[in-house]
């Protein structure tokens, strides 16, 4: 069972970390987001767009080297947090372009990321209840095809959900 769960926790580590890095390539992009979006003070946004990209990219890795109950309840701050955003972006017919994964995949707010976040943040409560140690640890005592089909499947399910948000906001946007 804890394969399912090591699954489910690679699989949102990957979208924290590549939507992390992907937004610390284009940094100064991350800044003029944020500081731009109008959900925030222009001061705030600048300097939630330098520290957002490094927190994405460490929370991913803490998934993966922890089973931290504070790293978990702040990876599921963060998601639900997304899902507000979107929630409201959803009511307010607003399908803007979002910096999501930086100039690396242009998606949109709206419908697509909000049926994304849902989706991560299911597959982090399966991981969290499933999950008795460390997905490091578990992984270092499987075989090495256990690990390269685990790492495949989680891999598969994150494309998954880009695939599904891609879908939405191209439905959402005709």
């Keep these: 069972m804890n394969e399912l769960g090591i699954i489910f926790r ?4 990957l979208t924290l ?71 409201k972006a959803v009511l307010d017919n607003d399908n803007k372009l979002c910096f999501c994964f930086g ?10 990321r909000l049926v994304h976040t849902i989706y991560l943040l299911i597959a982090l409560f399966i991981s969290i209840f499933i999950i008795k140690t460390e997905v490091a640890n578990i992984l270092y005592t499987c075989s090495l095809t256990s690990q390269i ?7 598969l399910i994150f494309v998954n959900g880009l695939s599904i948000r ?8 005709s």
């Design 10 to 13: 690679i699989a949102v580590s």
């Design 17 to 87: 970390f590549i939507s992390g890095l992907s937004k610390l390539i284009h940094i100064k992009e991350s800044i003029h987001y944020f500081r731009d979006w109008g959900l925030f003070l222009p001061a705030i946004g600048s300097v939630l767009g330098v520290l957002i990209p490094p927190i994405e990219i460490l929370t991913g890795i803490a998934l993966i080297k922890t089973n931290n109950l504070l790293i978990e309840i702040f990876a599921i701050s963060i998601v639900f947090f997304l899902i507000l955003i979107n929630m």
């Design 103 to 112: 100039n690396v995949l242009k998606t949109r707010l709206g419908i697509g």
């Design 149 to 155: 089909l685990i790492v495949a499947v989680s891999i």
């Design 166 to 173: 891609l879908v939405l906001d191209n439905l959402a946007s």
